[in-house]
């Protein structure tokens, strides 16, 4: 086992082929609102209680209704089978091992039954929507009949952020075999022989299959996901409601205004997010808006968090702020890219081991009792 997420990050950057890693890191524009995410965990301080026994610490918390490991999942990530063969198969496994749930992507490169059929942990799907509704739709009901507990609907990508990396490596779905990419592909070997395992460049699959366009896979789906309903508002997430039984969470919001809409919209929760610095540039840091959100809305929807989460300490801190749970973006991706299923486990059990310590030194013996008085005022 590594020593840190960021040195999974550094395995992952040697292993993948350049375009793949930077997909896999790469933010908006200049970066800054990536950046600031990965800042703000650094902003805030502790403030420790000492003499508190701390030889039991219990990491555990419950959600809708559910016992889980620690205050986390696995998040949403498209395209993952750019690390790893059957990544998200991989995933949801790891989650499951690590007693998490795992929240695939509907820009997932595995369908969501095969994901089923290899994991019998908790699974909460992932929507976008589409400008025919009916994609959404069928996707909704594929999950509910494979026993995907909840829904996850993202909010802020109504189109792509710019991510110059992706311009400049000519990234696109299907993969374009460009001269540069192939030079790219022959100097990471043991990358490229894993993708012709798989059956060459990844494909959206799930998406394919809901659009019903499983001839001609990789065009059609790609051009779907590139058909966003940029018409969503609050009124649809009651059109969400009827298709979906069971909790419904909305990804993608950075105020207390929204929040309220949320929870007036009758949201079950919210993943406070700016997509991981991926989409509006010079976002605020999901960690920092935090504070307000939870006053407007603590306790009356559930309350999520990401954008940098790479510590356990960042968990704690999240908890102690009024969130939930995190959501794990990158650092599982990580793990996957530089080691498959043993890099996603070893990931996991990082962040777990520095959460309990966090809270061995924290004088918190619980992290479901981590609350503001906690942190440190400014
Ligand atoms: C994402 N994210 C994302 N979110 C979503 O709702 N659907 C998706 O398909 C994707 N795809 C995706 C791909 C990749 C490569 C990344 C890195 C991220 C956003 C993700 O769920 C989460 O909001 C951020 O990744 C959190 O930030 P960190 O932890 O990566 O810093």
Redesign the pocket.
Known sequence: MLPAIKDYRELARRRLSRFAFD???GGAEDGRS?AR??ASWGDVTFLPRTMVDVSQVDTSITLFGRQQAMPAFV?????NGLYWPQAEQVLARAAHAAGLPF?M????TSLLEDVRAASPGDLWL?L?VQKDRRIAQSMMARAQAAGFSAL?L?VD?MVHGKRDHDVRNGFRMPVPWTPRLLADLLSHPRWCLRMLRQGGSPQLVNLARSAGVESNIQKQAAAMSREMDMGLRWEDLAWVRRHWQGPVIV??VLSAQDARLALQAGADGI?V??????QLECAPAPMAQLPQIADAVHGKMHIFV?????RGSDIAKARALGADAV?????P?YGLAASGPQGVAEVLEILRTELETTLRLLGAPQARGLDASFMQKH
């Open positions: 997909y896999l890191e990536m995410n990965l998040g949403p990530t498209g395209l929240v992507s509907t820009a997932s992932q976008y996850m993202t990508t990804k993608g993943v997010s700016n997509h991981g610095g991926r990401d954008g940098g989460v790479r959501l794990l973006g990158r650092a991706l």
